[in-house]
């Protein structure tokens, strides 16, 4: 029988901040605690963030959230911990400090070193062994660049007195005292050095990349133990470290997605959509990549994932940026305000163009206007152009599987906006059920603690869990999606092939 008073404490370090969970052991959210980091540009195209600031803001979530249950704390059990994949750092081994910044997905610095490996005819080796595409929001081609640039971290790493590593591996580091050095796999599976057909990172890929390391973190499987930590002080004992999962794939574990066929889309800064296929490697044809989906027992599951790099960050542009906003919650209000997008397509080709289009040179652009735009109609077509992207990558799938998909599951942020849900299911003429769990990759990584410390021992017995969920269905015909959607394709074609 298992304690209903037992928590699972869970560390979401995303993109934009760090969030402390606390969750019951049948999968409820108890409370959360949020830190936001700074997002650094140094130059256009270039991000950062001050890895030593996202540490001491985890434990600062911590301790807020364990000071408003501070009767709770001799319950919790483990921590869980998920994370932005491919952010990448490269840290001290003997005090666990950062030696630099830590670069971040969005970073497009590795674009030449990228380009140069594809026109040497690399790509199809590459995507053979990772199931990616060579591409700089992965972050092998950034890490060779960083060591062209210093040559000291170069030679640290050589010796093996730094130590390289996605968030996950940095976190777990120094949350252990320095004494756990390792990653799962939906992790390593993200920096185009590991091998995603034996498990195992890759010595032709550290070669091709002129990466050498004195040693890579170990990996181990989601669900397996990470070391023990007392949170850094925070306790006055220590709780072991289950359940360690990237975040989209964590999404896609918490939807139960555990089927053939079954498809989730997260909405976050950026957006993954996957869509499971099974245990054996596939490699599609229309421009999406191959993920790991996940390991249990030995055994993975793959997916095939769309990467779109700019959805939420638009509408946090359109606030920062432009000021048409004070808060995101007002897209939907202002998108409703106006019958249509009044002819307006917006294409948020900030940082080129992801799935299923590999555009890194595509700029972005608002195309359509006229002089009754307004204010709300760019607004509508930023939450349109998020949909659009997502439909791109659900029908380049569905092409690839042979299927049609008549559900998707969704969860972030941006499910709240039920005008954007709802535009999503018309596009795509199906239904789509957006996740009322508002923090469904920390469950993912919390789902896999439960198995990892057997308070569940199967994934048929995660399915058993409550769900709840609000469910959008099309209300709106075949032939105006299409029409739409047509002439969002109009302008996807202007912004690439417009003249140089």
Request: some cysteine; proline content about 4%.
């Amino acid at each position: 029988m298992i304690d209903p008073r037992k928590l699972f404490l869970a560390i979401d370090q995303s993109t934009s901040a760090t969030k402390a969970m606390l969750f019951s052991v049948d999968g409820r959210l108890v409370d959360q605690k949020a830190i936001s980091h700074r997002q650094i540009y140094p130059k256009p195209g270039w991000v950062e963030h001050n890895a030593d600031e996202i540490f001491k803001n985890v434990q600062s979530v911590i301790s807020n959230l364990l000071e408003c249950h501070s009767d709770r704390w001799n319950n919790l059990l483990a921590l869980s911990i998920t994370n932005q994949r491919e952010t990448f750092v490269i840290f001290d081994r003997e005090t666990g400090l950062p030696l630099c910044n830590a670069i971040v997905w969005q970073c497009r610095r590795g674009d030449e070193i990228c380009k140069k490996l594809v026109e040497s005819g690399k790509e199809e080796i590459v995507r053979s062994l990772t199931g990616l595409r060579i591409d700089t929001y992965f972050p092998a081609s950034k890490l060779r660049w960083l060591l062209n640039e210093k040559p000291e971290l170069a030679a640290r790493l050589k010796d093996g007195s730094a130590l390289f590593g996605t968030i996950d591996t940095y976190l777990i580091y120094r949350l252990t005292g320095c004494k756990v050095y390792a990653t799962d796999h939906t992790n390593a599976s993200r920096t185009l050095l590991y091998d995603i057909n034996k498990l195992v990172w890759s010595e032709e890929l550290c070669d091709l990349f002129g990466i050498s390391f004195s040693a890579l973190p170990e990996i181990r499987e989601s669900m397996a133990w990470f070391g023990d930590t007392d949170l850094v002080g925070c306790l006055n004992r220590r709780i072991p470290i289950y359940g360690v999962m990237g975040d989209s794939q964590a999404a896609l574990f918490a939807q139960r997605c555990y089927e053939l066929g079954s498809a989730k889309v997260t909405f976050g800064t950026g957006s993954s959509i996957l869509l499971n296929i099974g245990q054996e490697v596939r490699l599609s044809k229309q421009g999406i990549v191959t993920a790991l989906g996940w390991v249990v027992n030995g055994q993975p599951t793959y997916a095939f994932e769309g990467i779109i790099n700019y959805t939420g960050a638009t509408i946090s542009w359109l606030r920062d940026q432009l000021g048409l906003i004070t808060d995101p919650a007002e897209t939907e209000k202002l998108a409703l305000s106006v019958p249509d997008n009044g002819g307006v397509y917006f294409v948020p080709a900030f940082v080129g163009l992801s799935a299923p289009y590999w555009r890194a040179d595509a700029h972005a652009a608002i195309l359509g206007m006229s002089p009754d735009t307004n204010r709300a109609h760019i607004v509508r077509a930023a939450l349109e152009s998020i949909a659009y992207l997502v439909t791109d990558v659900l029908k380049s799938m569905a092409s690839d599987e042979g299927i049609e998909l008549d559900t998707i599951y969704a969860d972030g942020g941006a499910v709240r906006n039920s005008f954007l849900m709802q535009f999503v299911a018309d596009l795509n003429q199906l239904t789509v059920r957006a996740s009322q769990a508002p923090e469904l990759s920390a469950l993912g990584a919390v789902y896999s603690g439960f198995l990892g410390l057997n308070i569940y021992s199967s994934l048929e017995a995660l399915q058993n869990l409550p769900y709840r969920y609000d469910e959008f269905s099309p209300i709106v015909d075949s032939s105006h999606s299409k029409k739409l959607f047509a002439g969002w394709k109009a302008a996807v074609q202007q912004i690439l092939y417009q003249p140089k």
